[in-house]
């Protein structure tokens, strides 16, 4: 797991408790991924506004959509 923290979220404490929140997240949503695989998670700006919950509603959007990409990508035998 990767975290793209810019500066366009804000200052630093304001980047490194989006980072903290993500990790903290992330870390729930470990067994969904397939072992062997990178993820990178960039916060935009409206990160640093969005509350707790907000956050880990997109994060597991968006944990969704890339999931399921990759069974598309994997064809059907990965759908089985």
Do not use: K
């Not at 903290?24 to 990160?47: E, K, M, N, T």
């Not at 907000?54 to 990759?70: C, N, T, Y």
Request: aromatic share 2%; no cysteine; net charge positive.
């Amino acid at each position: 797991m990767g975290f793209v923290v810019s500066r366009a979220v804000g200052a630093a404490v304001v980047r490194n408790r989006v980072r903290r929140r993500l990790r903290h997240l992330v870390a729930d949503q470990l067994d969904r991924i397939p072992p062997g695989s990178r993820v990178v998670v960039r916060a935009l700006p409206g990160s640093a506004v969005a509350t707790y919950d907000q956050l880990g509603a997109a994060l597991v959007s968006a944990l969704d959509r890339a999931l399921d990409r990759a069974v598309d990508r994997a064809g059907p035998a990965a759908r089985a």
